[in-house]
């Protein structure tokens, strides 16, 4: 399976600002997901990162609040805009090197709190 | 819509007691079946996968799950657990017509040494 790293790891927020999160693989994949984990609930998906073109947003999820950016087989940045404390979760990427039914596997994830 | 169903959000088991995960889902085409596994301070690793094929499906550590398609359950199981397999456990659900991975809710599971 490949290896996923995320940045940062967590970080503590204003409310107000962005944050970018990044999402790494060490080989090349055909498909990358970001999730949200809220706290004490399950992964709930915001998008699908596609490279070369604008990332599909599940029901809930906009891009003006979640800007997504791949610009290769291997990179994804999520970015949090006009934070406030609701966005308080983990956010985690995905990658498979199948089709969309294929196994996922996930970065660390990163801690956002916001204050 | 389509969701997954874990009805244990909490489990507390003794070492090498049994242990069985229920998890069921709401969608009637064909699916596929994950479940995935948090240790503490770690991420979300593979724990077993079924596509096709013999229902009863193995995973690593001694886990296994069996499809039951009429029941439209994937329950997890484990004849004995051991104090490191304590976790949050997580069965998933993609159907392949949406091509989206569903999480149920998870269930804790707390093995006491």
């Known amino acids: 399976s490949a290896v996923i790293s995320q940045k940062p790891s967590r970080d503590i927020c204003q409310r107000g600002t962005s944050l970018t999160i990044q999402c790494q693989v060490d080989?090349?994949?055909?498909?990358m997901f970001w999730y949200r984990q809220q706290p004490g609930q399950s992964l709930t998906l915001i998008a699908t990162a596609n490279q070369g073109s604008e990332a599909t947003y599940e029901s809930g999820f906009v891009i003006d609040k979640f800007p997504i950016s791949r610009p290769n087989l291997t990179f994804s940045t999520l970015t949090v805009s006009n934070m406030s404390p609701e966005d308080s979760s983990i956010y985690l990427c995905s990658v498979t090197s199948g089709g969309a039914g294929e196994t996922q596997y996930f970065g660390p994830g990163t801690r956002l709190l916001v204050l | 819509a389509q969701s997954v169903s874990q009805h244990n959000h909490h489990v507390i088991l003794s070492e090498a007691a049994s242990l069985e995960l229920g998890c069921n889902y709401s969608y009637g085409g064909t699916v596929n079946l994950f479940w995935y596994v948090q240790y503490p301070g770690q991420h979300l690793q593979l724990l077993l996968k079924y596509f096709s094929g013999d229902p009863l499906v193995k995973g690593i550590k001694g886990f296994e799950a069996e499809f039951i398609k009429s029941k439209f359950s994937f329950n997890l199981r484990k004849p004995s657990v051991q104090w490191s397999d304590t976790a949050e456990y997580f069965c998933?659900?993609?159907?392949?017509?949406?091509?989206?991975?569903?999480f149920g809710q998870g269930t804790e599971l707390s093995v006491k040494p």
């Open positions: 998933a659900v993609n159907a392949l017509i949406r091509g989206k991975l569903i």
């Open positions: 080989s090349q994949v055909t498909m």
